[in-house]
Structure formats: C-alpha cells, structure tokens
C-alpha cells in the first residue's frame, strides 16, 4: 500500500509521541497495540476495496485512536487522541469535514460502541480484533496488568468482567464475524475454564 505524504507524517507523529510520552504502566495500549490495529484497519480496508480518501481517514484514525492515553484519563482518552489528531493538522491544508469523520471515527472506539458508518464500524472491529485471536490470552492478562497498574485496585473478578465483555462485544463486519467469531467462543471458553 503506497502512503501519502499526510500518511507518512501521521505516522511519525504518533510513533514520537509514544517515544515521548509513553508511561511505564502503558503495557496494553502503547505503540505495538496502535500499530496492530493500523494493520487490522488496512486489512478489513483491503476486503471492502475501500477508496482512496476512506484508506486516508481510517488509517489516520487507526493511528490517533489511543494517542489520548498518553495525555488523559482512560475515561477521557478518545477526546484527548481527537484533540491530538486536530493538533497534527493545524498546519496542514485538510478539509474540516476530513478531520471530522477522523474524530468520529476515533470517538466510534468508546465502550460500549456503536458505530454508525462502515469506516467507524471497521476501526471498531480493528480495535477489538484480538478478541478472536488466540492473542487474546495475552493480551487480557496485559489489559489487567494496566489497570491495576494505573488504577492501584486488585480486580478481584477480573475474569467474570472479561467474560461479561466478551458476551456484550459483537464484530460488526461480516468480514470479522466470519473470520474472528469462532475465535472470540473459544476464548469465552478459555475465559470460563480460567474461572473455575
């Protein structure tokens, strides 16, 4: 895939603010996470034979959608990566419309979700991908490590959360559902023997 320019910096942008700013307990949401959903993102992308323009606002988004972390509170990290995108593009000759689908986008991200576009409904399904990956065992116990870390509390029903959010959680392309749902059940089955 050929990046534009606006791309290439985007890019830049966000690896040098996690090179900057990244906190120690960022053991789930840093630059690895970030670039695992850029990938997912440009994936799903590729099977919708998404143009251009859609390409450029997903993959901005797939970028900037956990930049807020860096800067906010878990609660407030989606406005915070929206307030960080407009930032890269003050100098930049973009349409407000553009960065406004980007934000959308990245507002899209905000538990419990419900996109109401494709592209939200792709950087969705990119973000939770792991969910029907075998990943996923490690990535729960790196989400739980994080949380503890920032938040000082022992999550004592970890497990019974994680599987409550797995039952609540639906992909929402047919390219995901088709590829990641079998996955995601044997994961809930991972989470159930855990349990016991």
């Known amino acids: 895939m050929e990046l534009t320019q606006t791309e290439y910096l985007a890019e830049k942008y966000v690896v040098d603010l996690f090179t900057r700013l990244a906190s ?76 406004d689908t980007i934000a959308d986008c990245i507002m899209a991200t905000k538990w419990p979700t419900a996109p109401k576009t494709l592209l939200e409904e792709i950087i969705c399904d990119a973000d939770t991908y792991h969910f029907g ?32 959010l797995l039952k609540a959680h639906r992909f929402f392309t047919a390219y995901c559902r088709d590829k990641l749902d079998k996955g995601k059940e044997a994961n809930i089955a991972y989470m159930e023997t855990k349990k016991t």
């Open 24 to 99: 120690t307990y960022l053991v789930y949401h840093n630059l690895s996470h970030t670039e695992r959903v850029v990938v997912h993102a440009m994936e799903i992308a590729d099977h919708y034979r998404l143009n251009e323009k859609d390409r450029f606002i997903l993959n901005i988004a797939a970028w900037f959608h956990d930049t807020g972390h860096l800067i906010a509170d878990i609660a407030l990290h989606e406005q915070a990566g929206v307030r960080l995108m407009k930032s890269f593009f003050v100098d930049k000759e973009i349409d407000e419309a553009l960065t």
């Open 133 to 164: 990956t075998k990943e996923f065992e490690l990535t729960d116990e790196l989400v739980k490590k994080e949380f503890q870390l920032r938040t000082h509390k022992n999550y004592a029903h970890w497990c019974d959360d994680t599987l409550r």
